[in-house]
């Protein structure tokens, strides 16, 4: 089945760009994508990827995927305190369902002022 | 606004215990899954309903249950409650590929 991995900690200074990485082991996967979890709270779609595209932007929002090396990236251009939070991919498992999500860990933002 | 609400947001039940977990999710959404983040961890997938039929399961027993209705709402049920179900419930439901999730509910078991 599909494995998703991630570095758990990242830390920034605020205005850098942020990049969390994400590599995956199930090539037949079809969406892959980005959530935001702050303390306390669920969790916050913040965009997704078709497997045949190899990046995707909206606002301060770039994915990039590699499909040959399996490689996830999220950037965050102009990193704000705002982003302080858990970063997570996830990626469909080979049976195609789309609700069925299979996460990684978790990438946790620091962002110094 | 994510349109998917849970209840409720925090309880704690006894180990042995049965708990009945909600959401509520947007007209036409067919399709929601339950998910079980332990601390420090990424969500785990339970099991996902369609049109009100269970439609996958993940690695957990079977005392964990759900049932979808008609109008959007679901529910996960855990029987037998023991102290590792402790942990955040998050309810998903998709239309096509956009899954959106509840804020979650957390339950101690003790």
């Known amino acids: 089945g599909e494995d998703v991995e991630q570095s758990l900690f990242l830390s920034v200074r605020e205005g850098d760009s942020s990049v969390i990485n994400c590599t995956y082991t199930d090539s037949s996967s079809t969406y892959l994508y980005w959530y935001k979890q702050e303390p306390g709270a669920g969790l916050q779609l913040l965009t997704y990827i078709f497997s045949n595209m190899d990046m995707k932007q909206d606002q301060r929002l770039t994915v990039l995927l590699n499909k040959k090396d399996k490689h996830l990236s999220l950037r965050i251009a102009d990193t704000q305190t705002g982003d302080s939070a858990i970063y997570f991919c996830?990626?469909?498992?080979?049976?195609?369902?789309?609700?069925?999500?299979?996460f990684g860990k978790g990438t946790k933002l620091s962002v110094k002022p | 606004e994510t349109g998917v609400t849970q209840s409720p947001t925090h309880l704690i039940k006894t180990r042995g215990q049965q708990v009945t977990l909600r959401c509520s999710s947007q007209?036409?959404?067919?399709?929601v899954s339950w998910y079980q983040q332990a601390l420090g961890q990424g969500p785990q997938f339970i099991f996902q309903?369609?049109?009100?039929?269970?439609?996958g399961r993940g690695n957990f027993p079977p005392r964990f249950s759900g049932l979808q209705f008609p109008n959007y709402s679901s529910e996960l049920n855990v029987n037998a409650l023991e102290l590792d179900d402790s942990a955040l419930y998050l309810c998903a439901s998709n239309s096509g590929n956009t899954i959106y999730f509840g804020e979650g509910s957390w339950l101690t078991v003790v």
């Open positions: 007209s036409g959404h067919n399709t």
């Open positions: 309903y369609y049109r009100e039929e269970e439609n």
């Open positions: 996830a990626g469909t498992n080979y049976g195609g369902s789309q609700g069925n999500l299979i």
